[in-house]
């Protein structure tokens, strides 16, 4: 079975760091490309991160770039995002999720998501 | 930047077919993606690239795109299609990924 699970989650002050991250399991990391999607509670959906599946290219929004990083370990089937500077707008369910392949950048596989909380 | 917009809600009978606009400038140029959301839910995807459905994806749900809207339609809708909606696209001007509003569906 094809599955994104994400940990790291937790509450943190304003202004401090979390890192996030998200074990691929049941197919082939190393060949999709991979992003990052926050909720925060009660809104929307906000993508905030790409990064290619060989971990050359990355974009971010811009309301976090600057504040985080995306990266992949495509040894270990790892997703991971560094956020510093942290807000209390950054609260959110975060979640990770593969892209469908070289033919489309739909998100086909999503995780369970992970809390987190900038509060003080 | 580009903005997706979305009508909050639509409500439908069951049975009956269910239309979710997505507005954006010159949307019909770009490839549209639309998910699903349950709540508590990951999002689910359920329509991608316009017109394409996932493996497990029920017919009833299609799609369309031209000029400045972008349509998700599900056709005899049941009460395990109350959800919340998204349309996607990939803007490549400003390299981002953007969501749509959102639009909660109400099956009366």
């Known amino acids: 079975e094809m599955q994104l699970v994400e940990s790291g989650g937790g509450l943190v002050q304003p202004g401090g760091s979390l890192r996030l991250s998200c074990a691929a399991s049941g197919f082939t990391f190393s060949s999709y490309d991979m992003n990052w999607v926050r909720q925060a509670p009660g809104k929307g959906l906000e993508w905030v991160s790409y990064?290619?599946?060989?971990?050359?290219?990355?974009y971010y929004a811009d309301s976090v770039k600057g504040r985080f990083t995306i990266s992949r370990d495509n040894a270990k089937n790892s997703l991971s995002v560094q956020m510093n500077s942290l807000r209390a707008e950054d609260t959110a369910v975060y979640y990770c999720?593969?892209?469908?392949?070289?033919?489309?950048?739909?998100?086909?596989?999503w995780g369970q998501g992970t809390m987190v909380t900038v509060s003080s | 930047s580009y903005v997706l917009t979305q009508p909050p809600s639509v409500s439908v009978a069951p049975g009956q077919t269910a239309r979710i606009t997505c507005g954006g400038n010159n949307i019909g140029s770009k490839n549209v993606h639309w998910y699903q959301q349950k709540p508590g839910q990951a999002p689910v995807l359920v329509v991608y690239d316009e017109i394409d459905r996932p493996s497990g994806i029920p017919e009833r749900f299609s799609g369309s795109n031209s000029g400045n809207t972008a349509t998700l339609t599900i056709s005899r809708v049941e009460a395990g299609d109350e959800a919340d909606y998204y349309c996607?696209?990939?803007?490549?001007?400003?390299?981002?990924?953007?969501f749509g509003t959102g639009t909660k569906v109400t099956v009366l």
């Open positions: 990064i290619s599946s060989g971990g050359t290219t990355v």
């Open positions: 999720a593969r892209e469908v392949g070289p033919a489309s950048d739909a998100f086909d596989i």
């Open positions: 996607q696209v990939w803007h490549i001007s400003s390299e981002n990924y953007v």
